[in-house]
């Protein structure tokens, strides 16, 4: 009971923009759903569609049904490979279990996948900076086993001992917070001046935007609430950049996570939302808080973003 009375008061909430969906999740999203229309349902989606529960349960109530493995797929059947990406192992395994593949990998992450290939066709060898459990890495170290040194952090790339010290390049997961990937990335040009790479980073637009976003706000509030799901590294990622503003921050998949007590004392409100969480939950954040006292809402000013990818033949 105290923690409702605590939580009630008048509040001003920050809207960092843009937040929310990008590109490359609005199109693996409307792969699925085009997928079932056109095919009927199941269509099956190799893992997570995008990182977001929200999302994956809409999809499966839609027909989509979300397997792990390829060999889980009824031959001849519909399948979705999500927007992370995969290994060509996995490519090769659907296509001789006869399945008709769709892919949902976001083109920003076969652009960090095709680097990959090239400078290990040529004989480099690629430390690809990222999160080694993750599946966007899992999917890029696949494009030459053996080739790709995953480098952690600044202490892995202060130890790492290529074959070729002087044939070496680099590649990044597309949703590193920036300033971390730079300091990775910065111990590896000093101890490899010959290091290959791309001309700035591999970070992609949308996660950099909605980093710079939160930053904005941040120092300004007194809470930063970010909206997105526990697996998703770039969500993950903008509770951490708000964190180091110095302002509290916590992630929540939907405002029924929010934790009354957060909100004690709490004036200002920061509001972002990863890139795989829908709008509609920020909307509905915004509206529980409105049950605790009068909200006047204020949105960031930001570039807008107006990046579209195309969709796969198969759904277009
Ligand atoms: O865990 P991530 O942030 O990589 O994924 P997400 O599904 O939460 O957001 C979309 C990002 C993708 C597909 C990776 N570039
Ligand atoms: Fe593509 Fe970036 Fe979105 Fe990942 S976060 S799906 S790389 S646009």
Redesign the pocket.
């Given at each position: 009971m105290d923690a409702w009375s605590d939580a009630l008061g008048e509040r001003e909430v920050l809207l960092a923009s843009p937040r929310s969906f990008?590109?490359?999740?609005d199109r693996a999203i409307d792969v699925v759903a085009r997928a079932i229309d056109r095919y009927g349902a199941p269509v099956y989606v190799r893992r997570q569609i995008v990182h977001n529960a929200h999302v994956v349960r809409e999809l499966e109530q839609r027909g989509a049904v979300f397997v792990t493995e390829v060999d889980e797929v009824p031959p001849g059947q519909v399948l979705v490979f999500a927007?992370h990406g995969v290994t060509p192992a996995v490519r090769a395994e659907a296509d001789a279990r006869g399945l008709s593949v769709i892919d949902a990998t976001?083109p920003?992450?076969s652009k960090v996948h095709s680097e990959v290939r090239r400078y290990t066709g040529r004989g480099d060898t690629v430390f690809l900076i990222g999160h080694g459990d993750h599946e966007e890495v899992e999917g890029t170290v696949g494009e030459a086993p053996g080739n790709v040194i995953v480098v952690e952090d600044v202490a892995a790339a202060a130890r790492v001992a290529p074959r070729d010290p002087g044939r070496v390049a680099y590649a990044m997961q597309?949703?590193l917070a920036i300033d971390e990937a730079e300091q990775i990335a910065g111990v590896l040009r000093e101890r490899f001046p010959t290091l290959q790479g791309p001309r700035r980073d591999d970070i992609?637009y949308?996660?950099t935007n909605r980093q710079q976003a939160v930053r904005a706000i941040a120092r300004e509030c007194d809470l930063v609430l970010v909206v997105g799901s526990a697996n998703s590294s770039?969500s993950v990622r903008l509770v951490e950049v708000a964190q180091r503003e110095g302002v509290e921050a916590l992630l929540v998949d939907d405002a029924g996570q929010v934790d009354l007590r957060a909100l004690k004392g709490v004036r200002r409100i920061g509001i972002t939302a990863g890139?795989s969480a829908p709008p509609h939950l920020v909307d509905e954040l915004v509206h529980c808080l409105s049950g605790l006292g009068p909200v006047t809402v204020r949105e960031s000013q930001a570039e807008p973003e107006n990046i579209h990818f195309t969709l796969p033949r198969e759904v277009s």
């Open positions: 990008c590109a490359g999740v927007a976001c920003l992450v597309t949703t992609c949308a996660t770039n890139a």
